[in-house]
């Protein structure tokens, strides 16, 4: 079982719909946990973090943990043709600073 | 204030030659990484230290050496290069706070193709 794991895109939306992006982790202990945005050819840049269960807004972004199902998820709302980019779900080890990434998934919002 | 540099961008190496991809931050935190991205992949872990003097084995650390003898440097060593090696190699730093927060800050990213 891999550490982290997306699901699979590329995920296609239009623009103004909602884009869901999901994501689970191994490691029952781990406590922090990380949304990236990387644009083709960038680097990843931080848009979310979250630490307890629940939800966390930001803007057009919310975080949802539930921890006992071990899942982390990413709401977009409002997408705009701007969001499109890959994005990367991290989780930090409890123990140590390891932080593992999923294999990504593809987002793109069209017009 | 930099941040996280990266050096070199871009480089090609014959397939046997080593080389040091280097990464220097100034951001103070005691947490480095290095991660490299296949085409089309997410970020796997290579070696990370959480300070000077330590360093510890990612995912996928086989052909590759490290050091951490600073808090500001932390070099990447690729000893006989192999066309698997061919990727994007990114340096990143970490906060490292206690309650697990541990932001990342990446480079710029370092091309390197083994042919």
């Known amino acids: 079982q891999k550490e982290v794991e997306q699901n699979s895109g590329p995920l296609s939306v239009p623009e103004g719909a909602i884009a869901s992006l999901n994501c689970t982790y191994s490691?029952?202990?781990?406590?922090?946990f990380f949304w990236y945005r990387q644009y083709s050819g960038k680097s990843p840049e931080l848009i979310m973090s979250?630490?307890?269960?629940g939800d966390k807004e930001d803007g057009r972004f919310t975080a949802q943990l539930n921890k006992a199902s071990q899942y982390v998820s990413l709401l977009i709302r409002d997408s705009q043709p701007s969001d499109s980019a890959t994005y990367l779900c991290?989780?930090?080890?409890?123990?140590?600073?390891?932080?593992?990434f999923g294999q990504g998934t593809i987002l793109t919002v069209h017009p | 204030n930099a941040g996280v540099t990266q050096t070199p961008k871009f480089r090609i190496l014959k397939i046997g030659q080593s080389m040091t991809l280097q990464c220097t931050q100034d951001?103070?935190?005691?947490?480095m990484y290095w991660y490299r991205q296949d085409p089309g992949m997410g970020l796997k872990l290579i070696y990370y230290?959480?300070?000077?003097?330590?360093?510890d084995k990612g995912e996928v650390p086989n052909g590759y050496n490290v050091s951490r003898s600073t808090t500001e440097d932390f070099p990447l060593r690729l000893e006989l290069a192999a066309p698997s090696q061919t990727s994007v190699y990114f340096c990143?730093?970490?906060?490292?706070?206690?309650?697990?927060?541990?932001?990342?800050?990446f480079g710029a990213g370092s091309r390197l193709t083994v042919l």
């Open positions: 951001m103070n935190h005691n947490y």
């Open positions: 979250i630490y307890s269960n």
């Open positions: 230290s959480v300070g000077a003097g330590i360093t």
């Open positions: 990143a730093t970490g906060t490292g706070a206690n309650s697990g927060a541990n932001v990342l800050t």
């Open positions: 991290a989780v930090n080890a409890p123990r140590d600073g390891k932080l593992t």
């Open positions: 490691d029952r202990g781990s406590q922090s």
